[in-house]
């Protein structure tokens, strides 16, 4: 592996086509790329969701600033837990981007796609009931992690494009985590939510009726 990456530009692609793992070259232009391209960057927004957990933990540690506003339930064991699913979580989409180069290759199953059920269910037991929408905002955390579930929305409908345009292109369990995973950032920035220093922001009606009013 070291050698294959010891070389980054082989400008083999200049032509706007790219190498699979089969030795054949498919246009950058296929949806699979934009699949591969949304699951790539929702990863990165994944490292910056772990990025921002570290600053704001260390923060809380070092008594200083309180910007990163992070619940009770985050200085806990759950902290750990929160954070190590992140990792999990990054590993398994740069799986998902393996299957796609490799249809041959496995890299989420439906143990996968259970753990972030059971995930979800654990945090889900310390919200308080969900009675209106959210406005995807908040502190920088929970922010980013809409952020990151709008482009793993997007993961979702490029792939399920994909696997109408291409069946054997994507497997359904990928599909089906990238579902799941969606589902697992909004509670998760839900579960990132102090409600002792920011409130979770609600849909209100009333505000563009005042707009209007005045």
Known sequence: MGNRLSKIYTRTGDDGSTGMADGSRVSKADILFSVMGDIDELNSHIGLVRAQLTQALSTETNNSSHSQQLPERLQTKQEVDFAQALVIIQHLLFNIGGELA?????????????????????????????????????????????????????????????????????????????????????????????????????????????????
Request: charged share 20%; proline share 6%.
């Open 102 to 214: 490799m249809p041959e290759y496995e890299g989420v199953n439906t143990i996968h796609i259970d753990w972030l059920e059971q995930q979800i269910d654990a945090m889900n037991t310390t919200l308080p009931p969900l009675k209106d929408f959210i406005l995807p905002t908040g502190s920088l955390l929970v922010s980013q992690l809409h952020v990151a579930r709008t482009v793993c929305r997007r993961a979702e409908r490029q792939a399920v494009l994909l696997k109408q345009a291409q069946p054997q292109a994507i497997r359904p369990t990928a599909v089906s985590f990238i579902n799941r995973l969606s589902d697992w950032l909004f509670v998760a920035a839900r579960f990132c939510t102090d409600p002792k220093q920011v409130s979770e922001v609600l849909w209100d009606s009333q505000v563009l009726q005042k707009f209007a009013d005045s």
